[in-house]
């Protein structure tokens, strides 16, 4: 039985006058969406991707609908681009709030068929840029002594499915960063959390994927559906707000793969 999506929910105020950066932030999916809702929630918000022409679309209709937003080129596998987009928002922002690190790569194939360049390319975007993100975050939370960093981890990094260990890994790699990243920053006042979502209907997936696979993916989830973008984005601002002020080094899955 698949259930009817809840009612979008209504701002409160819950980032009001934060600063936030957001990486893998245009198109259709949980980046975009996140930057919508932190909008929502008062946050004065950066966005970031690897490309141009889809990041200028998403600032311009950001601000077409009345908010103020801006966009800087980045590619996570550079870390010159990392540097820059820090850069940019200290420059705009005077200091870094938030960072929301949500850029990675996917792909299928068996791991017996797999090239040594895929592998790499899946672990370089969603790992080691997980990780450059997350390192030139801390370095400017830290000096402040304050901020946070919401990193994009998957139940793919707990759970096996055929034809995604690198992608896999490279989630379970994520956790791993996120749990010793925060231990690290905690006594500088840095908190350091992420969201695992089983996978967000949106349309770019439904035009890369079999549509078979995503039947049966759905089918795995309580609720006999993928989770729309925005309600990863819910559970994102939660983990940035002041609401989640205790949690550090968690892993917050947005899926009933684990139930």
């Given at each position: 039985m698949t259930s009817s999506v809840p009612s979008y929910p209504p701002s409160r105020d819950l980032l009001k006058d934060k600063s936030v950066v957001i990486t893998a932030a245009a198109g259709t999916g949980i980046g975009?969406?996140?930057a919508k809702r932190c909008l929502e929630e008062g946050a004065r918000v950066m966005l970031s991707d690897w490309h141009d022409r889809r990041l200028n679309e998403a600032v311009n209709q950001l601000n077409a609908d009345g908010y103020k937003t801006l966009g800087v080129v980045c590619d996570v596998t550079v870390e010159e681009?990392?540097?820059?987009?820090?850069?940019?928002?200290?420059e705009e922002f005077g200091s870094i709030d938030v960072m929301v690190n949500n850029a990675g790569l996917g792909g299928e194939d068996n791991l017996v068929e797999m090239e040594d360049e895929q592998w790499n390319r899946v672990l370089d975007v969603t790992l080691n840029g997980t990780m450059r993100c997350t390192r030139a975050a801390l370095r400017h939370m830290i000096g402040n002594e304050a901020g946070v960093i919401v990193n994009n981890a998957s139940v793919l990094g707990w759970r096996a499915q055929a034809g995604q260990s690198h992608y896999a890994a490279a989630k379970a790699g994520v956790m791993a960063l996120t749990r010793c990243a925060a231990i690290e920053a905690a006594e500088f006042g840095v908190?350091?959390?992420?969201?695992?979502?089983?996978?967000?209907?949106?349309?770019?997936?439904?035009k890369v994927s079999d549509p078979e696979l995503l039947k049966a993916l759905e089918s795995q989830e309580a609720f006999g559906r993928g989770a729309?973008?925005?309600?990863?984005?819910?559970?994102i601002v939660f983990l940035?707000?002041?609401?989640?002020g205790y949690m550090t080094g968690e892993?917050?899955?947005?899926?009933?793969q684990r139930a």
């Open positions: 975009f969406a996140t681009d990392i540097q820059g987009l820090i850069s940019s928002a200290e908190r350091v959390n992420s969201v695992s979502p089983s996978f967000a209907s949106h349309p770019f997936l439904e729309e973008p925005w309600e990863v984005a819910n559970v940035a707000s002041d609401l989640s892993s917050l899955s947005v899926s009933s």
